[in-house]
């Protein structure tokens, strides 16, 4: 059965696909130059044919340059486009064509790659840039080794009589391309403007920008090749980027799609893209089911995007039954979708909605989610027919090659050195005209100095010597501020080479201070999605929190528009450093259940040690951090807010956190409890047993999510066949299976389901009772030490109460010194809870 459906959707898709190729009009570009690089003779590929590489209405002007034929045709014959990849051109110096244009405005540049090696050239090792005479394409381009083809896709505003096209070798290197194109495309296929979902205002600007095509994908579609668009475009599909696909579905519609006149077009989006679409499936009768359609990218950090989404209601029988909610990174992109009013009252209409999102230093992801509206008595749905990422170019003028027009220069350049002067001599009469009224607001908004025991900067400031000065106030001793010129000189001035990690908040460098003790000083980014809250929650939480497996705060700065903690130095780095992505020795599977149990520790005085509980909200491998002994200790709070109150369940806030690590339920609800930090521990002990990322974009569409992937592993059974290989011969099947039911209990869907993380670290010291074990212990034996257990429990129920409004007496502060393996030893043969 399942075969015959997937049968009859494939068919379908192909009607779908020649029905609507056939009633699309051409596009007829002003420029369209179409090159076979490297081929003497020209190259019909569908309806559109690529010159040979030879000089006609273009020019080449390279001073060095081979014709190097591929060896083994039938290497590509499986390619899509195979026949442009069976030569290439190959220049040992820098290169150029320039391509006159007809009519200047937005244009194409897509340039083809496939990489091959022969006796003269091994195109696999080469490095180049690619530019035009404004703006670099491609920096140290580098083929994949492994003779993939790239594609790359480029959109520019051309505003010259001539096109540029440079390509550069790096030192010791050389550039191939395969084929390219410079064709134009309607200018308003990119408008100028924009959302800007980090601060919610107007992107301006868009039409100006050179973009490059990131992803291109048909949502709940077949692939497209350029064949079946307009402008010839290629659009893959969005399963294997889906995190979830239990939670959509695929439709499909057969009848017209509608355009808006001087709105949207062909050349926007294909009539098939707006014909299909990935839609919210529904998991539940109920209206309160708050569940996500999400699809996770890999993307470059310190960039922004420009993401377009594509919308048309095929799923409706009537107008104003669709309203949905969009995301891109958690923020919210637009709070109420309603297709009927976006689309002037009209079913199988196509828009689309252009959004801007920055991603700071520290991420390498983007996410694009739907879900179901906030409104009241709305039925959850949502629907995504088309999805468009691209990056905004953060380069200036490429480099001026031989044979590029020289004689605007030099005017251009007097013009702009004339008008800067001005702009200087005004900047600096208007600085010494304010220089006392600004001297009076040296802080920022974001960046405003504070005092953490309630009193002003000023009074800090009064205390504080050339190196540190303990502050105390209402809470006790709450830490050292330290001045920012002693920071400077423990990191040898913030010196690049000893960064040791990059987060949220800022870089993390190596510090030494003039007493020689090592510390790690955490620096705020400006450009940071995180800022004042976090740098106060951080102080105020660590100040009053002590305990051997929660990483201790130094110190802080605040001097000078900056936010700084200072942390006790962790010498091995993160748990997850150790586990993949380095050259790290393994750990093997003892380290690894004692570094859990640290860990596990950690937490459970976080959610028991105050009158309070406190939620971490980003418990994760990175923030895992082990000192010289492989002792493990929690770090990063910025995020942990405080518990519910006595009367109260949970606490509503905004979804924060890791991707891969939060909490479904969380996410879909916004309400965190404890049993939040209990689910994202649970993924961090299958990557303890896995040795993997949690999400792999790169991986097969069922491996993406290691929560997902190892619990169908486990429900079935079988959770040893993904386990890390080089620890897989060496764990106890005892262990083993206590420590995967652990997991399983984590990552349970609701967290009434999960265990607290007491139960958790009385599991995993079980399971390392299990793995020490060299034989089992007579019951005999067992009885008659029973009494010294009750004893061991009864001391640690007199080891003290927790202060209202407070922290635990310094015995409480670190239950790590009762040990729980001799509680274990007692109950080996026993099944824990």
């Not at 110096?93 to 340039?111: A, D, T, V």
């Not at 083809?149 to 050389?174: C, M, Q, Y």
């Not at 990218?297 to 009537?318: Q, T």
């Not at 990063?636 to 369940?649: A, H, R, V």
């Amino acid at each position: 059965m399942a075969n015959r459906k997937l049968g009859f959707g494939s068919l379908f898709s192909l009607i779908l696909i020649l029905n609507l190729r056939n009633s699309v009009a051409a596009f007829v570009p002003a420029d369209n130059y179409l090159i076979d690089c490297g081929s003497l003779t020209d190259t019909k590929v569908d309806d559109r044919v690529f010159e040979a590489d030879s000089s006609r209405s273009w020019s080449l002007n390279t001073p060095k340059d081979v014709l190097t034929n591929i060896t083994n045709p039938n290497s590509v014959s499986s390619l899509t486009s195979s026949s442009l990849y069976l030569n290439a051109r190959v220049f040992t110096g820098p290169s150029s064509y320039s391509f006159p244009i007809k009519q200047q405005g937005r244009h194409f540049i897509r340039l083809y790659f496939f990489p091959f090696d022969n006796q003269q050239f091994k195109l696999t090792t080469s490095q180049f840039s690619v530019s035009t005479q404004d703006n670099t394409l491609l920096s140290n381009f580098q083929p994949r080794p492994d003779s993939t083809t790239a594609v790359k896709e480029f959109s520019a505003n051309i505003n010259h009589d001539n096109l540029i096209l440079s390509f550069i070798p790096g030192s010791n290197s050389f550039a191939f391309v395969s084929a390219l194109e410079v064709v134009s495309v309607p200018n308003n296929l990119i408008l100028d403007t924009a959302q800007n979902v980090n601060n919610q205002q107007t992107y301006q600007g868009l039409s100006n920008q050179v973009l490059e095509t990131v992803y291109r994908l048909n949502m709940g579609g077949p692939k497209l090749l350029p064949v079946n668009d307009t402008l010839w475009r290629t659009w893959n599909t969005d399963g294997v980027y889906l995190i979830n696909a239990n939670v959509a579905k695929n439709v499909s519609y057969a009848g017209d799609i509608n355009y808006v006149d001087g709105a949207t077009s062909p050349e926007i989006a294909p009539k098939i893209v707006y014909s299909t679409a990935t839609e919210l499936a529904s998991q539940s009768s109920t209206l309160d089911a708050r569940v996500n359609v999400t699809w996770m990218f890999k993307a470059d950090s310190s960039f922004s995007y420009l993401v377009r989404m594509h919308f048309c209601d095929i799923v409706s029988k009537a107008l104003n039954n669709l309203y949905f909610r969009a995301y891109i990174n958690s923020w919210s992109a637009s709070n109420n979708i309603d297709l009927s009013t976006l689309s002037a009252n009209s079913l199988h209409t196509a828009i689309f909605m252009d959004f801007v999102v920055g991603l700071p230093a520290e991420s390498n992801n983007l996410s694009v989610s739907i879900g179901p509206s906030d409104s009241a008595g709305i039925a959850p749905d949502g629907i995504l027919n088309g999805l468009e990422i691209m990056k905004i170019s953060n380069s200036g003028p490429g480099a001026v090659v031989e044979g590029s027009s020289k004689s605007k220069i030099g005017p251009i350049l007097g013009a702009v050195f004339g008008v800067l002067a001005l702009v200087i001599i005004a900047a600096v009469v208007f600085c010494l005209f304010r220089r006392r009224k600004k001297a009076k607001k040296q802080q920022s908004k974001t960046w405003l100095p504070f005092s953490i025991n309630g009193g002003t900067s000023q009074s800090l400031a009064s205390r504080t010597s050339n190196i540190t000065t303990a502050t105390s106030g209402k809470n006790g001793n709450l830490g050292y501020r330290f001045s920012f010129v002693v920071l400077q000189e423990a990191t040898n001035n913030f010196d690049e080479n000893w960064v040791i990690g990059v987060g949220g908040f800022g870089k993390v460098y190596k510090g030494v201070l003039r007493d020689e003790t090592k510390v790690a000083v955490k620096r705020g980014n400006p450009k940071s999605q995180q800022g004042l809250n976090e740098f106060r929650t951080e102080i105020e939480l660590l100040s009053r929190l002590r305990h051997r497996h929660l990483v201790s705060l130094i110190g802080y700065c605040d001097e000078r528009n900056e936010m700084i903690l200072v942390y006790e130095y962790m010498e091995k780095g993160t748990l997850k450093s150790h586990l993949y992505g380095s050259d790290l020795p393994n750990l093997n599977w003892e380290q690894r259940l004692e570094i859990c149990i640290g860990s596990a520790r950690g937490l459970h005085y976080l959610h028991t040690g105050s009158a309070k509980a406190i939620i971490h909200r980003d418990v994760k491998s990175a923030n895992i951090l082990l000192d010289e002994n492989l002792m493990a200790k929690v770090a990063d709070f910025g995020l942990s807010k405080t518990g519910p109150e006595l009367d109260q369940t949970h606490v509503s806030t905004a979804v924060k956190g890791s991707f891969g690590y939060l909490d479904p339920e969380y996410f879909r609800r916004q309400q965190l409890t404890e049993k939040s930090d209990v689910y994202s521990f649970g993924v961090v002990l299958l990557e303890v047993l896995c040795a993997r990322p949690v999400i792999d974009p790169t991986l097969p569409r069922e491996m993406v999510n290691l929560a997902e992937w190892g619990m169908k592993w486990q429900k079935r059974g079988d959770l040893d066949q993904i386990i890390d290989a080089r620890i897989a011969g060496t764990i106890k099947p005892d262990s083993l299976r206590k420590f995967a039911e652990t997991v399983e209990k984590c990552l349970a869907d609701f967290g009434v389901e999960r265990p607290t993380m007491g139960d958790v670290l009385w599991n995993l010291e079980y399971a390392l009772q299990l793995q020490e074990a060299q034989s089992p212990d007579s019951e005999a034996n067992s009885i008659n030490r029973i009494v010294e257990l009750s004893s061991q429990v009864q001391n640690m129920n007199n080891l003290g109460t927790v202060a209202e409004g407070g922290i635990a007496n310094s015995s409480l502060n670190d239950l790590s010194d009762v040990s729980m393996s001799r509680v274990f030893s007692q109950l080996i043969k026993s099944e824990g809870r």
